[in-house]
């Protein structure tokens, strides 16, 4: 029998657990410098989905303008 565990409910004492086993595995000193390396890598994501996003609308306004392009050299 599967049993559904809340994972989105974080008590206290699981968020003082989850801060001081990280603090052993990396140390204070290392810690700004993952967090330093986290913030780069999430706004190069953003930055990709907000080139990425600007790409589509580019190409989407070259697909609408194509047909219209292709009546007016069919009339010439």
Known sequence: M?????LGVFGI????LIVLVILLLFGG?????LMRGLGH???????????ADKEI???KKEIETT????K???KK
């Open 57 to 59: 609308q580019e190409i």
């Open 29 to 33: 000193r290392k810690i700004p410098e």
């Open 67 to 70: 047909p219209e392009e292709i």
């Open 13 to 16: 004492w699981q968020v003082v």
């Open 72 to 74: 007016d050299a069919d």
């Open 2 to 6: 599967l049993t559904v565990l809340p």
């Open 41 to 51: 890598g999430m706004k190069s994501f953003k930055q990709g989905m907000k080139d």
